[in-house]
């Protein structure tokens, strides 16, 4: 039952989002429980994207990596499983599921598998062959529709059948969120965009009624697809985002408004030594409602820097504390997504 009044629904959400996902620390890395599942999962997870300049077509909207692109991917996957990562999410149209299933197959008791593809029973069955069991498996939906159902009760009929342990969906769209929650039987988990830009009022309906729910919430874009990298003048050398242009989410939204983006930029307070980037990161960890943020890594440094992050998430100053604690409160104030003094920049990107 959702809050009816507002001083229920603060009083809900602000303890919800504080103390959200169970959590423990074992080395360097954090893992906290994915919603109701059970499962543990490390809040630096290894996301699906393979590196665009390694890609080769493969026929119709298929992709496989170079031998060489596809040699550094498995090393670099590799040493994200020895600093901890146990999350490790498999495209089958950029022609990962076998090399995944491969470099896992050693160590499958300790590596949780995420994939998304379509739902239909050879791919299933294809991937309870190759991986031995499903530990999670979505697909994207920008609307909960009629076919949209159906291939849920295919994906729940899987899940009960014991060849999936969970099941969920992503989805850039908040109201299709929302749906899902009301309407997708059994939904374990949902892939949303989150990162220091997006943390806005989008999500205020959303994100109470998930947690509520027992609903995992895996971020997924922490770096807004690498566009963060456009920002940051201190940046690795040769770092650059995955799409030319800047953008929160897909190739064809609209982009952010400069000025947001610098005025948001500075709320960050980076630590010393510190990338944009990995205070992006860092703020996205700090969200405790988050189960996992999970990000493309192509490089040996975008892997060292996110580790970094992650490491130092709860070394924050006053000021950023407070940054924190306002974008926190985004999912519970309506609009004001942004202190008093920046709020006409949410006034001139909505017009």
């Not at 995420?114 to 239909?120: K, T």
């Not at 929650?181 to 943390?199: T, V, W």
């Not at 943020?293 to 992050?309: P, S, V």
Request: charged share 25%; net charge positive.
């Amino acid at each position: 039952m959702i809050p009816t009044t507002r001083r229920a629904f603060l009083g809900c959400c602000t303890g919800a989002l504080l103390n959200a996902a169970q959590e423990y620390q074992r080395g360097g890395m954090i893992y906290r429980r994915l919603g109701r599942t059970g499962m543990d999962v490390s809040l630096l997870s290894f996301g699906s994207h393979t590196d665009p300049k390694d890609r080769v077509k493969a026929g119709r909207n298929q992709t496989v990596l170079t031998a060489e692109g596809q040699a550094r991917r498995d090393r670099i996957i590799s040493r994200a499983f020895g600093l901890g990562v146990n999350l490790l999410d498999v495209y089958e149209s950029e022609g990962q599921w076998e090399p995944a299933a491969r470099l896992v197959r050693e160590k499958r008791g300790q590596v949780l598998i995420s994939l998304a593809h379509e739902v239909r029973r050879e791919d299933l069955e294809r991937a309870a062959r190759l991986f031995g069991h499903i530990d999670l498996y979505r697909f994207h939906a920008a609307e909960i529709d009629g076919q949209t159902l159906e291939t849920w009760d295919l994906l729940r009929k899987a899940k009960e059948a014991g060849v999936i342990r969970a099941i969920g969906i992503a989805t850039h769209i908040e109201r299709t969120m929302t749906r899902a929650l009301e309407e997708l039987e059994g939904i374990d988990y949902l892939f949303f965009p989150y990162n220091f830009i997006h943390a806005r009022a989008d999500y205020s309906q959303f994100l109470p009624r998930a947690i509520q729910q027992g609903v995992g919430l895996i971020a997924m874009k922490p770096l807004a697809s690498g566009s963060i990298m456009r920002l940051d003048p201190h940046a690795r050398p040769g770092a650059a985002p995955e799409f030319e242009r800047l953008q929160l989410w897909q190739r064809g939204n609209r982009p952010i408004l400069p000025a947001a983006v610098a005025e948001l930029t500075k709320s960050l307070d980076r630590l010393p030594d510190e990338t944009l980037c990995m205070a992006a990161m860092r703020f996205v960890y700090a969200k405790t409602f988050l189960s996992a943020a999970i990000t493309g890594m192509f490089e040996d440094r975008l892997l060292d820097d996110n580790y970094q992050a992650l490491t130092r998430y709860r070394e924050t100053r006053p000021e950023e504390r407070a940054a924190l604690e306002a974008a926190r409160q985004a999912a519970v104030r309506g609009s004001a997504w942004l202190p008093e003094e920046y709020q006409w920049l949410d006034r001139q990107w909505r017009a």
